[in-house]
């Protein structure tokens, strides 16, 4: 079945620095979805690609879907303490399918 | 904050006990899910309602039982489960079933099975 691979599994940055996680699917990918958790928390919704090369930004993250929407990242400029939890790409083709997560942890 | 709440927050329970896990949203949603997230694990799609019909499982064990009353409640019945079904619950729900719809999850049951 359809699989979304995302890595790396965990991050650790001093704050203030950069970073990105990726997301890579084996088929293409109708779109792609983006949700953090926080530590203790629920998966919250952020944002979605539809389209090919699309690239949208929310304040100091900066999402991206490939040309061919077979991969996505997640981008964080200048990394803030309060950026800590899991970042979850997820594809949703008639059911939404989760990858792994990414755990980001910020040192002060 | 989410518009869907769960009860409880938190169950400890025996492998011999039946309990229940309940899910409400408030968001006018046609669709409601069953997710389970383990350590280390993906979160993993148990159960999807759309329109209170049942449209898709997930070759859940049995000992999971789903229960869609109306389109606003979702309900996780549960019985002699095993220590490895130990988890956070997640409801989630959105407008439709479709591709392209928003979740919107609640925050979660976690379990811990004796």
């Known amino acids: 079945g359809q699989q979304v691979m995302q890595i790396p599994q965990y991050q650790h940055v001093q704050e203030g620095e950069d970073f990105t996680t990726y997301c890579n699917s084996s088929?293409?990918?109708?779109?792609i979805q983006w949700y953090k958790q926080r530590p203790g928390g629920h998966p919250v919704f952020l944002i979605q690609l539809v389209k090919s090369g699309e690239v949208k930004k929310q304040k100091r993250l900066t999402f991206q879907f490939g040309e061919a929407k077979k991969n996505s990242s997640l981008h964080i400029t200048a990394t803030q303490t309060t950026d800590v939890g899991t970042y979850f790409c997820a594809s949703n083709t008639g059911k939404l399918i989760f990858g792994q997560g990414t755990t980001l942890q910020v040192k002060p | 904050e989410t518009g869907v709440t769960q009860t409880p927050r938190h169950l400890v329970m025996g492998m011999t006990n039946k309990k229940s896990l309940k899910c409400e949203q408030h968001?006018?949603?046609?669709?409601m899910y069953w997710y389970k997230q383990s350590a280390k694990k993906p979160l993993e799609l148990m159960f999807v309602y759309s329109l209170e019909e049942r449209v898709e499982n997930n070759s859940v064990p049995s000992r999971f039982s789903p229960e869609c009353p109306n389109s606003s409640h979702l309900f996780l019945h549960l019985h002699t489960l095993q220590p490895e079904d130990s988890a956070l619950y997640l409801c989630?729900?959105?407008?439709?079933?479709?591709?392209?719809?928003?979740?919107?999850f609640g925050p979660g049951t976690r379990l811990t099975v004796l």
């Open positions: 968001l006018g949603h046609n669709a």
């Open positions: 088929t293409t990918l109708s779109n």
């Open positions: 989630a729900s959105s407008q439709d079933n479709r591709g392209t719809d928003t979740q919107y």
